[in-house]
């Protein structure tokens, strides 16, 4: 079984900063991908970035890197240069070689104040 | 726009009454998805289809429940004698051919609210 725990149920940024979102995970698969997805009030889940669990270098998209912890089991968002368009909820989610479905954690709330 | 689309946006319905949703998936991808999400809550998995064939289902979903990719394409998702507790976010997503570790993209969703 799978599990994804967010452990920040909102966060407070200012405009022009960078914020991190927590991440960590549970497995006991080897191979197995981690998914960051922004949710805005609108309800539609935007894909941010992927990392697979045998890249050896943390993925960036832009404004988005993930800084991945394998040994702690961690996958932490960063977003540089917050912007007012940042303000949604993130969704952490897992999938495994052997387990199609993505699982999610619990989300964390981002509001950017200018 | 080739994205995933969802139809309908907003459902508002009467205890009992079933409804049925549809979800187009990006046309290449052969994987779709069905999740459920309630307020405050992170997505969870109901199903999902490999080409025509449902091959996976979530103890979630009750024998009210019922989804059909009948050629491989579009998806429909129906629920019948619907339950205050079916009150939720309803999200597909579809992927390609790569593997379990491919990119899911979703829809916008169906929001239903069962009076």
Known sequence: AQKITQTQPGMFVQEKEAVTLDCTYDTSDQSYGLFWYKQPSSGEMIFLIYQGSYDEQNATEGRYSLNFQKARKSANLVISASQLGDSAMYFCAMSSSNDYKLSFGAGTTVTVRA | ?115
């Open chain 2, 1 to 115: 726009d080739t994205g995933v689309s969802q139809n309908p946006r907003h459902k508002i319905t009467k205890r009992g009454q079933n409804v049925t949703f549809r979800c187009d998936p990006i046309s290449e991808h052969n994987r779709l998805y069905w999740y459920r999400q309630t307020l405050g809550q992170g997505p969870e998995f109901l199903t999902y289809f490999q080409n025509e064939a449902q091959l996976e289902k979530s103890r979630l979903l009750s024998d009210r429940f019922s989804a059909e990719r009948p050629k491989g394409s579009f998806s429909t998702l129906e629920i019948q004698r619907t339950e205050q507790g079916d009150s939720a976010m309803y999200l597909c997503a579809s992927s390609g051919g790569g593997g379990p570790q491919e990119t899911q993209y979703f829809g916008p969703g169906t929001r239903l609210l069962v009076l």
